[in-house]
């Protein structure tokens, strides 16, 4: 394996949320939260949607972003502790953290990656939206949705460990990864889905600093190219490529 | 934006409709009339969330896809006619075969749950339980909102109730022209909620209290179904919601 250097000098990213039309009409909050989360373990990524219908779940989508970030930080403590560890806690610590509140008031998807110090990525999700990477080469979707109809989708408190989709991996390799709630998701035609991951990548190369990077995929958002789409919007794309050894961008 | 679907997801209803020659008559041309309103009434729904596209299968004399997914839009209803036997084995199949293909056919986008409602005034003559089972216990279609009207005294109500199998919805029953008239108000009613909703996949519920004049009279009932709760026609539970609530560990390794 090749020697990589640490992922903040080599890498660059950017994210955005944006509120749905619907949810401004009917005075609602943005129930969607995202988060870039640079932490002393690693690199973490986090998307959360709030399940429309809950009266709390703003809430809920912005305690996933907090509860993965403490469950990195707990997590990494144990050297030997396992995924299903990390996944343990962030249940756990979302749990408490949307206390007083119902659980299922709060509902809400979590989809996360984490790119650890030492390079080891994992990769979740539980719940609607979805997680695109490319490592070299190859191109993965975490997880293919069937219609939304036929499996209704689980918020993080009614899932079980069968439910989450993972993955555990070192990279090793250049590496880019889109996570996107699925007010982005829904829209995306199937086979142009890496295109748009490539052209996301493309828009934030052109620009320096993370405020102009992350006002590119916001008006991007905002003048998204479904104009029937009412639902509230986030993404986070993150690039890091090897070049000679090192990543480089 | 080239990457993006720039259309309103659909929401498929199909229309499982009898055609057999006991149909001929007063039920055949209500229905007509019944569908067509239906049509005009999805013509005027300009919702944001969705867009409904209505395929017709009859089964009288043979099984046919009378029309195939169509914009309200688009169509321009030409009168069924009544003749033959009741191939609902047959219609089922070509049901089936509709939904599981939605995917590849060019609708616009991930389709939402489709709508099926099935009327029908007589016994199937042809073998038809296979299917029905396989219908019903297949996820794809026995996840669909479905809805059954039984025409006059001698529909096969054993079977319209298992076409609702999984669900909390009654078999209706029409006896006369008036009532098979209102029982496409109610389904055209529900769909066009659906159509506005947040979540189009979310079936609205209609009991005999929000149904308001479509159930005044009697001249639609539920069939008598003591064993299950009453007057609730409709009531989509999201599957999930039962395997909480008494479990507080969420989480096992």
Redesign the interface.
Known sequence: MMNLHSHSSNAQYAWASVIGP?HILNELPNQDACAVLSLKEGMAFVVSDGV??KKHSDIGSKEVIKAVKRAIKTWYQFPHASA?HL??LI?TYWEMGILPYDRDDCSATCLFAVILNDNRCIIGQVGDGVILFKLGKDHYVLHEKE??????T?PL?????KDWKIEDFFIDDSFEILLATDGVS????KE??F??MT?LVEKISDVKGQKKKNSKIKN?LK??????N?DDKSLIIYSRRVMNGKYEY | ?????????PLPVILLLDTSGSMYGESIDTLNVAVKRMIESFKKEES??AEIYTSVITFGGRANVYLPFTKAQDIEWVNLEANGGTPFGGALRLCKELIMN??SVELG??????TIVLVSDGNPTDEYTVMLDDFINT??TG??DRWALGIGDHADYAMLEKFLSGQEKRVMEASDAAGISKFFQIVTNSTKVRTTS??P??VPEVSADNLGDFLHGDIIMTKEKPQVKPVTVSNAV???EE??ENDES????
């Open positions: 619907s429309g219908s299903n996944l343990s249940h219609d939304d109809y036929v499996n209704v689980l408190h009614l899932a079980r460990r829904e829209d995306l035609i142009k889905r295109h748009f052209d991007m003048k998204w190219g479904n104009p029937y009412s | 934006m080239e990457f993006v679907k720039p259309t309103l997801r944001t969330q939605l995917n986008g991930k389709p939402y749950k489709p996820k794809r996840t669909c947040t979540n996949n979310a999201p599957q999930h395997q909480d969420p989480f096992t390794f």
